[in-house]
């Protein structure tokens, strides 16, 4: 009982090494041969030899508890900072890419040292707690973060360069500890020393940013970080392809890329879930509405299927290792903008039903009362009454009595007067139904091309354009969601090809491997080219209003899930080639019998 106790209540050591052949590592060796069973490095040297390419750190086949919480955190930053920016123009799509590439290199960077070099001590724990703390600064600092905009971001600038400049601090500490554990080892001294050279000159710039730029400061001088965060990336993983001592391809960094790939429809998930509550909120269960959210999830899911159908866990060669981390990164922003696109189209299908039974209504009410202005205003009155309380409107900002009054006063039912009080009401209505369903638009966002997108449902403009301008400026929003909508639907397919040929496994490609990468290009294409609508009016307002935007995607994305299906009966695939099954239980049973 004693005995098991110890076990259980390990005492945890202020740092350990991180290389093969250290006190924790032989301690765990020598208990795998005592109780009978290998290592899988032990198993490789055994069938195939000493291997003098293999890193010199401990592998790991799996992620440890404490890097899958820090996942956690960037999804939480992601959802958080997606709830506080909405795209609703080209700077806050701008912004949330700029902000996105900040999350996930330095996601990224910190993954990169994990999988080789990650232990657990005390020392460890306490820079993956610093790790922690600057994600959640991130969080912070994110509410606020818009660097393209010219005045009042000084702040904000200056305290991002702050946590950007404290995590490569963190960063150094963890590989200077790794250095002092490889003394006297050239092969694995030289590369992280380049490691080191790149993130202290990465800090360094931050911190000369940081004294430098001033309120008057304009510019793009933010540039500079996303110079930074790439240049390291690519420093990192050239000079691991370089040494294979301390290369990625021994280590579970596909697993980390495909656990976040994972996160990010989880919080495709979230986000599809919050759109699925006003929803109910608005009390709209029509069958339309039913068949976008069956859509979204069907979306979701083929996504899942056609990433880790495809996703091995057996690394290709170096290059192709470091390339296929880093595609990873335009595959999670096309990835986050489907979601987000998805959720943005089932809630705007949503709120046209509601404005659609409005326009029906009125016309229904026109039809009962085409000669009296005060019946007419008493109808419309009790119809905007209930409508107002249904989408929970604020009663001073939705005030249709003075319109009604108007209306009532006019002489005539059927002159100007009396029609543009009449289309006033109906534009109140429809402005708080968008509301409700936060379909706003971005400050001093009204154009010509907001007044096309608002023909259908306002009709000519008349004296007073006033009213209008909260229509139009929030259905330009959805003309630029139109297009990154298909755009990044399309590119997750196109990515997902890129993906495949970078993760191959084999010698060779087979026909099967060309077929399947070549459907995911063709569709995502075609997928892609539908944001082209966009350059005609009249083609992109009728498809708009119709409810095939999200049902489009969900039919192409499933056309390549059911060819990827044809493909693997038809067609030949590398990873059903002898090669690439390795030698087999039985060649693994007799080799250890031999050397035994």
């Known amino acids: 009982m004693e005995a098991a106790a110890k076990r259980q209540y390990r005492s945890l050591p202020l740092v350990t090494n991180p290389f093969k052949h250290g006190d924790q590592e032989q301690k765990r060796e020598h208990t795998d041969r005592t109780s009978g069973r290998c290592s899988s490095a032990e198993k490789a040297e055994l069938i195939h030899g000493p291997d003098t390419n293999r890193p010199a750190f401990c592998e790991r086949e799996e992620a440890r508890s404490i890097e899958l919480f820090y996942d956690l955190f960037f999804v939480a930053n992601l959802t958080s900072f997606t709830s506080v920016h909405p795209i609703d123009d080209k700077q806050t799509l701008s912004s949330y890419i700029g902000f996105f590439a900040i999350l996930w290199f330095t996601w990224l960077q910190v993954v990169l040292f994990d999988v080789r070099f990650g232990t657990d001590s005390i020392f460890e724990r306490t820079a993956k707690l610093i790790h922690f703390g600057v994600m959640t600064t991130f969080a912070i600092v994110g509410t606020k973060f818009d660097p393209t905009k010219r005045g009042g971001m000084h702040v904000t600038i200056k305290q991002m360069s702050l946590i950007l400049i404290v995590s490569r601090v963190v960063l150094i500490c963890q590989y200077v500890s790794v250095m002092l554990w490889a003394k006297g080892q050239r092969k694995i001294a ?195 009454n209930d409508i107002l309380k249904q989408v929970d409107a604020d009663p001073v900002k939705y005030n249709v009595t003075g319109y009604l009054t108007e209306l009532r006063n006019a002489s005539d039912i059927n002159g100007d007067e009396a029609y543009n009080a009449i289309l006033k009401v109906v534009l109140v209505l429809v402005n708080a139904t968008l509301k409700f369903f936060k379909i706003e638009a971005a400050p001093n966002s009204t154009g010509p091309q907001s007044h096309a997108r608002a023909s259908t449902l306002s009709g000519p403009p008349g004296a007073g354009e006033d009213p209008y301008e909260d229509l139009w400026a929030a259905l330009q929003v959805y003309d630029l969601v139109f297009g990154y909508f298909f755009v990044a639907a399309g590119l997750t397919l196109v990515l997902m090809a890129v993906l495949m040929a970078l993760n191959k496994k084999g010698s060779k490609y087979y026909k099967g491997d060309w077929a399947a990468m070549g459907v995911r290009g063709v569709v995502g294409s075609g997928i892609a080219l539908v944001a082209v609508v966009k350059q005609d009016y009249t083609s992109e307002e009728r498809f708009m209003y119709s409810p095939w935007m999200v049902p489009t995607v969900m039919l192409g994305i499933g056309l390549v899930v059911l060819l990827d299906g044809i493909v693997g009966w038809v067609m030949p695939a590398a990873a059903e080639t002898r090669e690439e099954k390795g030698p087999g239980v039985k060649s693994i049973v007799v080799t250890l019998e031999t050397a035994s």
């Not at 202290?200 to 793009?220: D, K, N, V």
């Not at 890329?257 to 009390?283: A, D, F, P, R």
């Not at 009962?368 to 019946?375: D, F, G, L, R, Y």
Request: glycine fraction near 6%.
């Open 190 to 384: 030289t590369p992280l020393g380049i490691h080191l050279a790149a993130f202290a000159t990465g800090a360094i710039l931050c911190l000369g940013f940081f004294f430098t730029f001033t309120p008057e400061s304009t510019g793009l001088g933010y540039i500079v970080w996303y110079v930074i965060i790439v240049v390291e990336a690519l420093t990192v993983l050239l000079v691991s392809s370089r040494w294979p001592s301390i290369s990625f391809q021994h280590t579970n960094l596909s697993e980390r890329c495909g656990l976040l790939t994972l996160i990010i429809l989880g919080e495709g998930i979230i986000v599809l879930t919050k759109s699925m509550n006003y929803i109910v909120q608005g009390e709209n269960f029509s069958k339309g509405i039913i068949a976008q959210i069956i859509s979204a999830v069907l979306i979701i899911y083929s996504v899942y299927m056609l990433y880790f159908d495809q996703t091995s866990r057996v690394a290709p060669s170096a290059t192709l290792h470091h390339l296929w981390a880093l595609a990873h990164f335009p595959f999670h922003i096309a990835l986050v903008l489907l979601m987000e696109g998805t959720s943005r189209f089932i809630t705007w299908r949503n709120a046209l039903e509601i404005v659609n039974h409005i326009l029906d209504h009125y016309s229904n009410i026109w039809d009962q009362s085409t000669t009296s202005t005060t019946v007419l205003a008493r109808q419309l009155g009790n119809f905007s």
